[in-house]
């Protein structure tokens, strides 16, 4: 691999050292009641409130639909992410080092599964608490589930629920462009 | 014959005409002349719907004894907050945690009449950190948290008779000023002939420290003066910062029928103390400290629930007995009420109540009248000042009845006028009347935005007066005050609107919104709740009896209680029910009624604990339920308490959420 295409793999790596220092993921909630905004921000290893105490307010308001709380303790993906990025940066660099274009192909393929892995895992918890409703509920819609949209906006009850990228996958993004950019770089150069 | 009567009369009827005209041409008609520049009053006072007005407004509530929150020029009514009146809807007074504020050297006092709310102030501009507010008939200083908008402090003032003369703060909150309207025997509580007046009375003007991190109020000293009454009270600006001053009636001594007795000389004084010079004389050691017992109270712990602090003996400066001079006499026309120091410092203006004129000082030249020795008297010590060389203008035609100034920053002061109704707008170069507006009616204090500052806005100004009469819709033989609302900022006054207040506003101060609005709290942090008797989880809710003495630790979250089914409470206990709310979201408050408790319901803010005091004196089930709409299942949120016999075994026992 040219130099270029390592130094462009090696800053792919390290962008994803951003994804310790800020959320990736949003989900916004908007309600007559909170012209101040309510929401969710998720990290890598947390789940905190747009404002302070958002996540006490959230469960407070899921529990009249039954909805399980939500506290970080119970995602153990967030004991496992932030080793699973450790070790996409150090592989990165490697590649970056090594030069090799097989590893810095099988790099770029490697994020593209652990992003759908991600975008399904999220799926599936949204499906859970979205489905899985405490039968003592004191409000029942009959027919009525409260899964979050995947990404976009839902209109739940009262609430519109709206899910997107934060600023952690602007990095992930310019991440993927650098690895991406240097593969098709590399391959194009050797044709 | 006929003929000629009819021409008289027709001469009379023609001459009839021409004077009503000249009248009308000299004159004008004043009521449809501002009829014409109000056209658009309501556009300047309109803001619409979810828009937030420009300056809170501070107004005092008189004998209700609050302080109401209003935001201008919208005139939309905030909040009010309790001060020295109990106040069933917050249970400020009535919970566990308020009640020691209304402590006093004389027992619980639930009320007062609180007449000068002074808003903190930093290099002369009130900075929105805190409001002082005065009690006038059992003598205290609140402080008011600008954070939360509630009640911190009560510091009772001793050897004072009335505390009109307050609650006003110099430049930097160095001091908070306190001054008897009533003169009485220094020494509390001396049993003594009321003819002994001028003998055995003596008036006290008090200097309260302001702790500048905490706002904490610390009785400093106190100057022991002839037994005069001090009316109102002022601090210096710029040049004038390190001195206060305070003006005084019944020069004359009277002790019986005030309005007449009182009323004799043609000139009483304004008070001009050095309180920098005052304040050093104290800590040289030249103060006495006299025995007097009263209470400070105040807030403890993050979230806060008072104690009272028992405090004896007082610093005295007494100016018989001091040979340096710090307080000086200037004389004044006529019983003079309100004080007030214009925007540069120089101008000290009187309010002579009787007086024909509006005297006014210069700083100056009294500077220069002290300097050159231009003493006429000495009353126990204190100079008195040749008027001549202290005043600098009088204004004429000021109307019936001056009592308060207020300045725009812009070359003009604004005296309200009681007897004849109006306000008076003077030029302080000229000091010659240059507008007058009427007020409805009888008008007392006046305000100009950010007014008693060194950078007034002349924006808006208020006039706070007495009687409604026929200003709204008759609400019976009682009204509420009224207030007027007007627009300053053109070369004339205009009036934009009239409006009911609430309880008998005296003095109002506004604010511009910006210097509060980010200081506001939204809730008490959870976490840093440090109530003896909270609970940090809802999971440790439970209940402890000692003896009689019966504790519930309660907490509330959207919609429920925990616990909310009791059991084992019996006739004779004391009950107290420790509420923590558990919400951290801004405005989602619990409260909390028991039927038959003797006491207001309690209102718990959200990360707040606060204390209901129970004492169940029949046996039965009792019903208690939250008071404030807090969610969809607010009416669910309910509970009873079973209280037995006094000798019954019933064992305590609590739960939630097992039927």
């Known amino acids: 691999m040219k130099i270029e295409s390592r130094i462009a793999m090696g800053l792919a790596a390290l962008m994803l050292v951003a994804l310790y220092y800020m959320p990736f993921w949003t989900i916004s909630m908007s309600a007559p009641q909170y012209p101040e905004g309510i929401g969710m921000h998720i990290h890598i290893d947390n789940v905190t409130g747009h404002n302070r105490h958002d996540l006490q307010s959230i469960n407070t308001l899921n529990h009249y639909i039954g909805m399980a709380e939500i506290h970080k303790e119970d995602f153990p993906e967030f004991e496992i992410i932030p080793w699973v990025i450790g070790f996409m940066i150090g592989f990165g660099i490697l590649v970056a080092v090594l030069g090799n274009f097989k590893l810095a192909i099988a790099w770029f393929v490697l994020m593209i599964i652990l992003g759908i892995i991600g975008l399904v895992d999220f799926y599936l918890w949204g499906y859970d608490y979205g489905h899985n409703l405490s039968p003592d509920a004191p409000i029942k819609v009959p027919g009525m589930s409260y899964q979050p949209p995947l990404i976009g906006c839902k209109q739940l009850l009262n609430i519109k629920a709206c899910s997107w990228p934060y600023t952690g996958s602007i990095f992930i993004g310019f991440s993927m462009l650098l690895a991406g950019g240097a593969a098709w770089y590399e391959k194009t150069k050797n044709r | ?419 004849s109704s109006e306000i008076v707008k003077w030029s302080l170069e000229t000091f010659e009347v240059v507008d007058r507006i009427d007020a409805y009616y009888s008008i007392g204090h006046l305000l100009i935005t950010a007014g008693d500052n060194v950078n007034p806005e002349p924006r808006y100004m208020i006039g706070l007066t007495k009687t409604a009469k026929d200003r709204y819709l008759p609400t019976g033989p009682k009204q509420n005050h009224p207030a007027q609302l007007y627009d300053i900022s053109g070369g004339r006054m205009q009036l934009l609107k009239d409006f009911p207040t609430i309880g008998e506003p005296h003095y109002a101060q506004a604010i511009r919104a910006d210097k509060i609005v980010d200081r506001v709290a939204q809730i008490y942090e ?54 923590t709310n558990f919400e951290q979201e801004w405005d989602v408050v619990h409260g909390i009624a028991i039927k038959g408790a003797n006491n207001s319901e309690i209102l718990v803010a959200p990360g707040q604990t606060k204390t209901m005091k129970w004492e169940p004196t029949r046996t039965g089930i009792y019903p208690f339920y939250c008071t404030a709409f807090c969610s969809a299942l607010h009416q669910e949120m309910q509970g009873y308490i079973r209280v037995s016999a006094a000798d019954s075994d019933v064992p305590l026992t609590w739960r939630t959420g097992t039927n």
């Not at chain 2, 009485?184 to 500048?212: C, H, K, M, N, W």
């Not at chain 2, 410092?345 to 309010?351: D, R």
């Not at chain 2, 003896?532 to 003495?549: L, M, W, Y």
Request: proline share 5%; glycine share 10%; charged share 20%.
């Open chain 2, 1 to 419: 014959m006929t003929n000629n009567r009819s021409k008289s009369l027709r001469g009379l009827l023609l001459a009839a005409g021409f004077i009503a005209m000249a009248a009308f041409i000299f004159t004008g008609c004043p009521s449809q002349q501002r009829m014409l520049d109000t056209g658009d009053a309501a556009q300047k006072v309109y803001v619409a719907p979810g828009e937030h007005d420009e300056y809170y407004g501070f107004f005092s509530g008189g004998y209700s004894g609050q302080l109401s929150v209003w935001g201008l020029p919208s005139t939309r009514l905030l909040r009010v907050i309790p001060v020295f009146s109990q106040d069933p809807e917050t249970a400020y007074g009535y919970s566990e945690e308020t009640k020691p504020l209304f402590e006093t050297s004389y027992g619980f006092i639930p009320w007062d009449d609180s007449h000068h709310p002074h808003i903190s102030q930093t290099n002369g501009n009130a900075d929105g950190r805190w409001i002082f507010i005065n009690a006038n008939n059992t003598p205290r200083i609140a402080r008011i948290d600008l954070a939360t908008f509630d009640t911190k402090e009560i510091l009772e003032i001793p050897n004072t008779g009335g505390n009109h003369a307050s609650s006003f703060v110099t430049s930097n909150t160095e001091y908070v000023i306190g001054g008897t309207r009533f003169s009485i025997p220094y020494e509390e509580d001396l049993d003594v002939p009321i003819d002994s007046y001028s003998q055995e009375f003596r008036g006290a003007l008090t200097f309260v420290a302001v702790d500048e991190e905490t706002g904490r109020m610390d009785l400093d000293f106190q100057v022991v003066v002839p037994p005069y009454n001090y009316d109102l009270g002022r601090a210096g600006k710029g040049p004038s910062a390190d001195w206060v001053f305070f003006t005084t009636y019944n020069t004359e001594e009277a002790h019986t029928m005030l309005e007449v007795n009182a009323s004799r000389a043609d000139k009483d004084f304004i008070a001009a103390i050095n309180w920098r010079k005052a304040a050093q004389l104290v800590r040289d050691g030249h103060g006495s400290t006299m025995p007097g017992e009263y209470y400070h109270n105040y807030y403890i712990g993050k979230q806060g629930y008072a104690i009272n602090d028992i405090k004896n003996g007082v610093t005295v400066l007494d100016t018989r007995e001091i040979d340096e001079d710090f307080i000086y006499y200037l004389p004044t026309p006529k019983s003079p009420h309100g004080v007030d120091i214009d925007p540069t410092g120089e101008y000290i203006v009187g309010g002579g109540k009787l007086a024909t004129v509006i005297p006014v000082h210069s700083f100056s030249r009294m500077l220069e009248a002290i300097e050159n020795g231009d003493i006429i008297d000495r009353i126990d010590g204190i100079p008195v000042l040749d008027y001549d060389s202290t005043i600098i203008g009088e204004v004429e035609n000021p109307g019936l009845g001056p009592l308060h100034t207020e300045f725009d920053g812009q070359g003009y002061a604004y005296t309200s006028v009681y007897i």
């Open chain 2, 526 to 579: 959870m976490e840093e709740n440090d109530h003896p008797h909270a609970i940090r989880r809802i999971v440790d809710n439970r209940i402890e009896r000692e003896g009689n003495v019966v504790r519930i630790f309660m907490g509330s979250t959207r919609s429920h209680f925990r616990p909310d089914n009791i059991e084992g409470i019996r006739v004779g206990d004391t009950v107290y029910v420790h509420l």
